[in-house]
Structure formats: structure tokens, C-alpha cells
């Protein structure tokens, strides 16, 4: 979520000569804002086709496929890791903290941000209602919404990762769509709602549609989907 980028950079001090590490660096918007930044950055996704598209996209930076559970680099050779939105993707997150803290010389700085507790995640909760009524107790596959959000157990997390001054604060952010042919596909594509009967998904986009109203605006849309963005140093 581009939304979250400003507060997560500022909270790393990335700036001119950083050498940053992108964790779960996806289509590359992290990564890209940062090299806008002045930073030297590398990207790492498990996926050959995100990566794929971060280089057709932002030419110039260096984006690789890894783990991000096992970081293929040397010890202490980054000033600065960020994860947007990727650390609840992972099965492991302690292990993602301490091979970031293995990699980050003495005083960097981590930065990530999550998604805050599902029942505040009105953008998401939209789309869950609508499934609920109309395709029952579907099983969902696990995504964004099933990481820690509970503010102790982050900076827990963090801590028993060997991270200090660990800061933990909640992020006031909206999904904004000026349509929401996007939203729709999104989760149409996560959900993997082509294995339900046509006239269920039909029934599901129609009534995202129609709940979607109450956050209609002049420009669009705007639906609240709160964050927490956590802050670490080596």
C-alpha cells in the first residue's frame, strides 16, 4: 500500500548513500520510492514474477528472488531493511527479524508496516460481508489480514529479534480508488473467487458495490484500512 510509504521511510531515515534492503519487495514501490530517496536499494521477493514485473517497472534497481527467511547476503552489508505490507506473508517472522538483524550493519534501522486489527480493516471487512452472505462459510486462503497486529507483541517480536529503541505506532490510512474495478480484481484474484458458481461471484461484486457506497467521495472512493508501522535499530 503506496499510502504507508511516506511514514515508513521517515521512520528508517532513509536518505542519500543508504544501502536498503527491501523485504518482500513485490511490484517495487518501496524499493523505487526509496531509490527516489537517493539510496542504493535491492529488492527480495520469493516470487520470480514479482520480481519480473519490479524490473520492468523500475529499471536501474537491483531486484532478486530469495528468501526472505534466508537472506542470501554477508553479515552487516545494509544500513537499512524495510518491509511494506510483506512481514505477515511470511510463516516465520522471527526468523525474517533475525536474519535482517544478521544483515544490517550496527545502527540500522528496520522499518515495516502490517495491517492493523481485522475488525478495524473496513476495506477488507467490505469484501469479507459480502462472500459471508453470499457463498457461506467459503474457506478463504490465508493473506494479509492472518499476521501479529497487537502493538505488544510486535515490539516483543522485534526485541527478541536483538533490535533496540524499537517503536511501535498505529498508521491512519484509506484505501483510495477512484473506481473499484481494482479493489474488486484484487481480491477476486486472492480469494480465487472464479471456483464459485457465476452467479455467486456476481452476487459478492454486487453487493461489494452497493456497500461501497457509504465511502463514496467526490474523487471516488475512500475506505479506512488502518496500519501499524514498526521501527527498530540494530
Same mark, same amino acid.
Not at 123 to 144: N, Q
Given at each position: 500500500?503506496?499510502?504507508? %510509504? ?17 523485504? &518482500? @519487495? ?21 516470487? /520470480? ?7 520492468? @517497472? ?13 537472506? /542470501? ?16 506473508? @511470511? ?15 550496527? &545502527?540500522?534501522? %528496520? &522499518? ?5 486489527? /481485522? ?29 501479529? @497486529? ?6 516483543? %517480536? ?14 491512519? %490510512? ?61
Amino acid at each position: 500500500m503506496k499510502e504507508a %510509504l511516506p511514514a515508513l521511510l521517515t521512520g528508517v531515515a532513509a536518505g542519500p548513500g543508504d544501502r536498503v534492503l527491501d523485504l &518482500g @519487495s513485490g511490484t517495487g514501490l518501496a524499493a523505487a520510492a526509496a531509490a527516489r530517496l537517493g539510496a542504493e536499494v535491492v529488492g527480495v521477493d520469493f516470487s /520470480p514474477v514479482m520480481v519480473a514485473v519490479a524490473e520492468q @517497472s523500475h529499471q536501474g534497481i537491483d531486484f532478486r528472488v530469495g528468501s526472505v527467511e534466508e537472506l /542470501p547476503f554477508e553479515e552487516q552489508v545494509f544500513d537499512v531493511a524495510i518491509a511494506n505490507f510483506a512481514l505477515h506473508h @511470511s510463516g516465520a517472522p522471527e526468523s525474517v527479524l533475525r536474519e535482517v538483524h544478521r544483515v544490517l550493519a550496527p &545502527g540500522g534501522r %528496520l &522499518g515495516f508496516t502490517v495491517w492493523a486489527e /481485522p475488525e478495524a480493516l473496513e476495506a477488507f471487512g467490505l469484501f469479507f460481508a459480502a462472500v459471508e452472505k453470499h457463498a457461506g462459510a467459503v474457506e478463504l486462503p490465508h493473506g494479509p489480514l492472518f499476521g501479529v @497486529s497487537d502493538p505488544d507483541a510486535l515490539e516483543s %517480536l522485534v526485541d527478541d529479534a536483538g533490535f533496540g529503541a524499537v517503536a511501535v505506532r498505529r498508521l491512519s %490510512l484509506s484505501w483510495r480508488t477512484g473506481s473499484l474495478d481494482p479493489y474488486l480484481a484484487a481480491f477476486r484474484d486472492w480469494a480465487d473467487l472464479g471456483r464459485l458458481p457465476l452467479e455467486g461471484q456476481k452476487r459478492i461484486e454486487e453487493a461489494v458495490r452497493r456497500g461501497a457506497e457509504a465511502y463514496r467521495t467526490d474523487h471516488g472512493f475512500e475506505m479506512p484500512n488502518p496500519a501499524v508501522l514498526v521501527i527498530g535499530v540494530n
